[in-house]
């Protein structure tokens, strides 16, 4: 898992009250921290959200790999 997530995945954080994290906090419409989300270039410069993960971040994780 972890060569495939070095591999695939960017790790990006911010805080959601200043510039670009306050931004896409508000683009995904997040309402509780933490937060964590799998996304992926959409049309037109958007974000798709391919999963919101919350809880254990390890299994639900795991689950999203699969789908891919």
């Known amino acids: 898992v972890v060569q495939f997530l070095d591999a695939n995945f960017i790790s990006w954080g911010a805080l959601a009250n200043r510039g670009e994290g306050f931004h896409l906090a508000s683009t995904l419409r997040v309402s509780n921290f933490p937060f964590c ?24 994780l795991h689950s999203v790999l699969k789908c891919l």
């Open 37 to 60: 989300a799998v996304v992926a270039p959409a049309s037109a410069g958007n974000l798709a959200v391919l999963r919101q993960v919350r809880g254990n971040f390890i299994q639900k």
